[in-house]
């Protein structure tokens, strides 16, 4: 699915070239790159499904869904309370 993103393509675009020496292939250093940017990937969607499955572990415990609703709704407040007086 990030393939299709048009902004991580403006993104690698403008993040590569910085990376790229002229005087060498291009193939191997593109192979390099490309190996990085998706063990990086790998490694992000890793954490973020170990967070989804961790947080799905803490909500399906009965009462954690009443206490984090108290917590994001003073969070909000505060967040407004702070907006208001800013």
């Given at each position: ?5 048009p902004k ?75 907006l208001i007086?800013?």
């Amino acid at each position: 699915m990030a393939v299709s993103n048009p902004k991580a393509w403006a993104f690698l675009m403008s993040l590569l070239p910085p990376f790229i020496n002229p005087n060498m292939t291009l193939v191997p250093q593109l192979s390099i790159l490309v190996c990085i940017i998706l063990i990086t990937e790998f490694c992000c969607l890793v954490m973020y499904a170990k967070g989804g499955s961790a947080l799905g572990n803490l909500l399906s415990k009965k009462g954690n869904i009443h206490m984090m609703s108290r917590i994001t709704g003073t969070i909000m407040f505060a967040l407004g309370f702070w907006l208001i007086f800013k």
